[in-house]
T-cell receptor, first 117, second 111 residues
Framework: GAGVSQSPSNKVTEKGKDVELRCDPI?????LYWYRQSLGQGLEFLIY????????KSGLPSDRFSAERTGGSVSTLTIQRTQQEDSAVYLC???????????????FGPGTRLLVL | DAKTTQPTSMDCAEGRAANLPCNHS???????VYWYRQIHSQGPQYIIH???NNETNEMASLIITEDRKSSTLILPHATLRDTAVYYC????????????FGAGTTVTVRA
């Protein structure tokens, strides 16, 4: 079946501009996660959506970052007034709801490579 | 994740088995061992996970020691496409959903 897809695959923007990154999770997965990975750095959790529950936004680095998940499927991560330190690979993952199955596993998309000039 | 330690890098010959070790001496009883890998310029890819029994799937085998303090990921017949960074993590299946990878092991498969 289709995996997690993300768009665009690459994005170059100028400092101060807003960007929107999109994620299409695996069909049937109700849990969706955003992470980012800076060059040579580990995985950094950003936000988690599960069904109609309030999202866990504890990983968002600043109020310039926000995310939505409409209709329980597609999600958009928005970065306002981008800064150079926002340059990173933004990864989306989806899974079955945590806790509902011992075999729940997060499946990642290919990522969006963001470069802020 | 500070709960696991892995070698920084290892080389493997194409067609041979690659055995990747991971130490997790402080693992608790309800934590699973998960393995992911990340091929250059791609997102992380789930490989396998287990609790205490050995596991095998189409990608790899996972051998967990009886005391669960260490494990080995086995790629039975490594190919050039298996060149990647391999991450071993321990996590509680369920509410521990914030994945965090350490430096992992950079595996280079050579022809």
């Amino acid at each position: 079946g289709a995996g997690v897809s993300q768009s665009p695959s690459n994005k170059v923007t100028e400092k101060g501009k807003d960007v929107e990154l999109r994620c299409d999770p695996i069909s049937g997965h109700t849990a969706l996660y955003w992470y980012r990975q800076s060059l040579g750095q580990g995985l950094e959790f950003l936000i988690y959506f599960q069904g109609n529950s309030a999202p866990d936004k504890s990983g968002l680095p600043s109020d310039r970052f926000s995310a939505e998940r409409t209709g329980g499927s597609v999600s958009t991560l928005t970065i306002q007034r981008t800064q150079q330190e926002d340059s990173a690979v933004y990864l989306c993952a989806s899974s079955s709801p945590p806790g509902t199955s011992v075999k729940e596993t997060q499946y990642f998309g290919p990522g969006t490579r963001l470069l802020v000039l | 994740d500070a709960k696991t330690t892995q070698p920084t890098s290892m080389d493997c010959a194409e067609g041979r088995a690659a055995n990747l070790p991971c130490n997790h001496s402080t693992i608790s009883g309800n934590e699973y061992v998960y393995w992911y890998r990340q091929i250059h310029s791609q997102g992380p890819q789930y490989i396998i996970h287990g609790l205490k029994n050995n596991e095998t799937n189409e990608m790899a085998s996972l051998i967990i020691t009886e005391d669960r303090k260490s494990s080995t990921l086995i790629l039975p017949h490594a190919t050039l496409r298996d060149t990647a960074v391999y991450y071993c993590i321990v996590r509680v299946a369920g509410n521990d959903y914030k994945l965090s990878f350490g430096a992992g092991t950079t595996v280079t498969v050579r022809a």
